[in-house]
């Protein structure tokens, strides 16, 4: 079992920054693959941002490349989502997965029916 705690999030104005994090409970993190997701009002759970369990990888939907920043603290059973340059449009409840592997690997994924644990879910408001 892996599970998952986000905290970070806030109301925030457009053009600001914030980080999240994601405390993941258990022995497997360092082989898991982790992914960033968010849902908002009204709409489906969309892939944001995921990275490889080597830490070495990431992919990033369109949307937020190049403002968005995903990295891992293998040590510390972490995982983060640095946002910058935020948007009204960046406004949901961020999710994070995990994907539990056997070994580290290179692979990310980016739907989310891949993954086996969520966690709760944080929180972000962007205003305009």
């Known amino acids: 079992q892996v599970q998952l705690v986000e905290s970070g999030g806030g109301l925030v104005q457009a053009g600001d920054s914030l980080r999240l994090s994601c405390a993941a409970s258990g022995s497997a993190f360092s082989t898991s693959a982790m992914g960033w997701f968010r849902q908002a009002p009204g709409k489906e759970r969309m892939f944001v941002a995921g990275i490889a369990s080597s830490g070495g990888r990431t992919y990033y939907t369109d949307s937020v490349k190049g403002r968005f920043t995903i990295s891992r603290d293998n040590a510390k059973n972490t995982v983060y989502l640095q946002m910058n340059s935020l948007k009204p449009e960046d406004t949901a409840v961020y999710y994070c997965?995990?994907?539990?592997?056997?070994?580290?690997?290179?692979?990310?994924?980016?739907?989310?029916?891949?993954?086996?644990?969520w966690g709760q879910g944080t929180q972000v408001t962007v205003s305009s």
């Open positions: 997965a995990a994907r539990r592997g056997l070994r580290q690997s290179g692979a990310i994924y980016i739907l989310g029916i891949e993954y086996e644990y």
